[in-house]
């Protein structure tokens, strides 16, 4: 018995010990002002410790060490008041909701158009080469493409997401490869290569498309400025049109939420009825 009272004593000094630290934490909180999740994580932690040495006393007795947790245990209920009414855990903003029906003015510029450039309707693609989405709703744009020959042209703007280490030079690549007429074919291969830019893919797209690959390395790094300048100013307009992700589509400068081609149909067909 005596071996098991002193476990239990010290199992009380290391919880005494940590209640303290929750103290601590407590006035660091104060001054921080944004660090409550990991308080009350402690304190859920704290209270099952508790519930457990508590049964573990009921199975071998100990009436002053349970008063001693009950008072451990009052105290822990002051810490989780302390924290309810303390400085509120600051909210998300609220998601501003979008205008689906504002027209953005959104010059091609140097873009790369795919399909017919005299098209009167334009789909404008903001895209990630590394985007797993933008991989999987190219099909959707092909489709759009071949349905509407004529009709339709898809502009693409490079919006390479900071987390995609291969977006950028992806796109700098597919451009490069647009010096020899090659854009759209490279751009399906980074797209079905999660924009894998290693020297030994960079050599198979080059053959499979058969270009010249000492000018399209050339391309690629000689003209890295020029590239970047169109990455920037596609990036400044994605910013002032209210680009969240990729892909983002705009369909005569609206954006448009059509994932497929029933839905892109549906918008299109009117508005080529003069509708």
């Known amino acids: 018995m005596e071996n098991k009272s002193n476990v239990i004593v ?46 573990k006393l009921n199975d071998q007795g100990g009436g002053k060490i349970k008063e001693s947790l009950s008072d451990i245990k009052k105290e822990l209920g002051q810490i989780g008041s302390r924290i309810s009414n303390g400085p509120q855990r ?35 693609e903001f895209s990630d080469f590394q985007c797993p989405f933008c991989a999987r709703f190219y099909s959707v744009i092909k489709d759009v493409l071949a349905a509407y020959p004529d009709k339709v042209r898809v502009v693409i703007k490079n919006f390479p997401l900071p987390f995609h280490p291969n977006a950028r030079p992806a796109a700098k690549l597919a451009m490069a490869a647009n010096e020899q007429g090659k854009f759209q074919g490279m751009m399906e291969a980074l797209l079905a290569n999660g924009g894998d830019v290693s020297d030994a893919k960079v050599k198979e797209y ?46 005569n400068g609206r954006k448009t939420n059509s994932r497929d081609i029933n839905s892109f149909k549906g918008q299109i067909d009117p508005i080529l009825a003069g509708k």
């Open 206 to 251: 080059a053959q499979s498309l058969g270009l010249d690959y000492n000018k399209l390395m050339a391309d690629y790094k000689g003209k890295d400025a020029q590239w970047e300048k169109q990455i920037q100013d596609d990036m400044q307009l994605g910013s002032n049109v209210d680009v969240r992700g990729t892909p983002t589509f705009y369909l």
């Open 10 to 55: 010290v199992l009380l000094v290391v919880l005494i010990g940590v209640v303290s630290g929750v103290g601590l934490l407590i006035g660091i909180n104060n001054a921080v002002g944004n660090a409550l999740r990991p308080i009350d994580a402690k304190l859920d932690d704290l209270n099952k410790k508790v519930k457990s040495i508590e049964g």
């Open 90 to 124: 600051p909210s998300a903003p609220p998601q501003q909701e979008e205008d689906m029906n504002k027209v953005y003015t959104i010059d091609p510029g140097k873009s790369s158009i795919l399909g017919n450039k005299n098209a009167p309707v334009t789909i404008t």
